[in-house]
């Protein structure tokens, strides 16, 4: 049974989640995606998620024509697929610049961070992609961060505290 809803907020989720981490050239590929992902959608109906979550075709390194989708925040520009190294490298930086305390509790690790400054936090670990976070919620300068792990919070807190030592 799958863990997301078949809701249109879900779906067009999934298809940025998609744009994001593959270099998708056609719709037809995407379909192809959604179907391995276990959720079945008509190419009309692709093609309106595309218009209403703002996708637009760009040329990659390569000048192939790909899907990607505007990021979030500030820089309004087209995204491509991220990798790993850069999504950890942005999370590093912000855990840099931003955590102040991280302290665990099983599978719980509260962070603090300067007032305003926890949504940006979050949404960097949201993007990390870290295998070991379910999932985290922000306030204005705290962010609660559940772990898969029962017993897992210690290990998580301790990863957010390496990436905050100064490099």
């Given at each position: 049974?799958?863990?997301?809803?078949?809701?249109k907020?879900?779906?067009q989720?999934r298809?940025?989640?998609f744009?994001g981490?593959?270099?998708?050239?056609s719709?037809a590929?995407?379909l192809?995606?959604?179907?391995?992902d276990?959720?079945?959608?008509?190419?009309?109906?692709?093609?309106?998620?595309?218009?209403?979550?703002g996708?637009?075709?760009?040329?990659?390194?390569?000048?192939q024509l790909?899907?990607?989708?505007?990021?979030?925040?500030?820089?309004?520009?087209?995204q491509?697929?991220?990798?790993?190294?850069?999504?950890?490298?942005?999370?590093?930086?912000?855990c840099?610049e931003q955590?102040?305390t991280a302290?665990?509790?099983?599978?719980?690790?509260v962070?603090?961070?300067?007032?305003?400054?926890?949504?940006?936090?979050?949404?960097?670990?949201?993007?990390s992609?870290?295998?070991?976070i379910?999932?985290?919620?922000?306030?204005?300068?705290?962010?609660?961060v559940?772990?898969?792990?029962?017993?897992?919070?210690?290990?998580?807190?301790?990863?957010?505290l390496?990436?905050?030592e100064?490099?």
């Amino acid at each position: 049974m799958s863990s997301q809803p078949s809701t249109k907020t879900a779906r067009q989720a999934r298809i940025r989640a998609f744009l994001g981490n593959n270099s998708v050239k056609s719709q037809a590929e995407l379909l192809g995606l959604l179907k391995d992902d276990g959720l079945e959608v008509t190419q009309a109906t692709l093609s309106r998620d595309l218009v209403e979550i703002g996708a637009v075709r760009i040329r990659d390194q390569s000048g192939q024509l790909i899907y990607a989708v505007r990021q979030e925040g500030g820089d309004r520009s087209p995204q491509t697929a991220i990798t790993q190294e850069v999504l950890d490298a942005r999370l590093a930086k912000i855990c840099a610049e931003q955590l102040v305390t991280a302290e665990a509790s099983g599978n719980i690790v509260v962070l603090r961070t300067p007032p305003g400054a926890a949504n940006l936090l979050a949404l960097a670990i949201d993007h990390s992609q870290m295998p070991s976070i379910l999932g985290c919620i922000a306030g204005d300068d705290t962010i609660m961060v559940t772990t898969r792990d029962v017993a897992g919070g210690a290990e998580v807190a301790a990863r957010f505290l390496q990436l905050a030592e100064p490099r």
